[in-house]
């Protein structure tokens, strides 16, 4: 039970706050002038919006419910959920930001979560 | 089709230095405070001399330099680039971990592993075959109007302070590499 809480602790946020960071990009608009100061610029008006502190706070939970995970559970969960992450991003993107997930991405993404399970069963 | 290929080009540009960038930072910080003696006590004197080792490190602050470039990168590509297209190919950086470990560090990778770092390859792949933008984009930001330059003014204060922090606990649950040291640490 302990397990199914950090497992969706660390998918959730994790995922939630990459997808809230990518909302507060888009609020923003495209990066088109890539002079150092233009992007110090960028980056100075991306942190005055609250999706990106909100996303900041999640990322900062599902790193800390990794660490909690690894202390009191076994390292075996960790590997579905890193994997399943990708998978859950493919969603999020889709569900939160409107993304286009076509068939052909749907595929991608389904195979790098396949190899991620893979690299990580094949550390042990 | 000449936008199209700009497009493609740039964000190839952009996922290059986060997979570059995201793991190598992970190392270098990971390294560097390996390096340090571990606190001994929360006593004040132990606390500062375990900050003042960590922050007087030339590997440590390699480490954030890293992955302050990681987080903006990560940041530039998501303003133009879908999050879904983002986020499958920076597992690209499985692959540079694999590769640096076999070739740097001289570590026995076990075909499973290479399996699953081709595997990932080919996801890339075929999702890079898609169209890194299928949402309308905002205005540019290169051209900030009245109210986006109004906002520029308390950039320093909170960009100067925060980024660090943010980039130390973002990077960490942003980048697969982060799983994986902590992962290695366990294990």
């Known amino acids: 039970m302990t397990q199914a809480i950090f497992f969706a602790l660390i998918i959730i946020p994790g995922t939630g706050g990459e997808i809230c960071v990518s909302r507060a990009m888009k609020t923003i608009g495209e990066v088109t002038d890539f002079r150092p100061r233009a992007i110090a610029r960028f980056i100075g008006r991306a942190m005055a919006v609250p999706w990106m502190w909100i996303g900041i706070s999640m990322m900062a939970t599902g790193f800390f419910a990794l660490l909690g995970m690894l202390s009191v559970a076994n390292v075996s969960f960790v590997f579905p959920a890193t994997a399943l992450s990708y998978a859950a991003g493919a969603l999020g993107g889709k569900i939160f930001l409107r993304e286009k997930v076509t068939p052909q991405r749907w595929l991608g993404v389904l195979i790098v979560c396949l190899g991620v399970a893979l690299v990580f069963i094949g550390k042990r | ?187």
């Open chain 2, 1 to 187: 089709m000449k936008s199209s290929e700009g497009l493609h080009f740039k964000t190839s540009v952009m996922i290059l230095l986060m997979v570059i960038f995201g793991p190598s930072g992970d190392i270098l910080l990971g390294k560097g405070m390996k390096r340090i003696a571990p606190m001994a006590s929360w006593a004040p004197a132990d606390v500062f001399h375990f900050f003042f080792a960590a922050f007087t490190s030339p590997m440590v602050w390699l480490g954030i330099g890293s992955l302050l470039t990681f987080f903006i990168a990560y940041m530039v590509v998501l303003s133009w680039a879908d999050y879904s297209y983002v986020q499958p190919a920076s597992a690209l950086s499985y692959g540079l971990i694999a590769v640096l470990a076999y070739t740097v560090l001289h570590e026995v990778i076990s075909p499973t592993h290479w399996a699953g770092v081709v595997l990932i390859c080919f996801g890339v792949l075929v999702v890079g075959r898609t169209s890194p933008r299928t949402t309308p984009s905002a205005a540019p930001s290169a051209t900030p109007g009245p109210a986006a330059s109004g906002a520029t003014n308390p950039a320093p204060r909170a960009g100067g302070s925060a980024l660090p922090r943010v980039t130390s606990s973002a990077t960490a649950s942003a980048t697969p590499n982060a799983t994986t040291r902590a992962t290695e640490r366990v294990s």
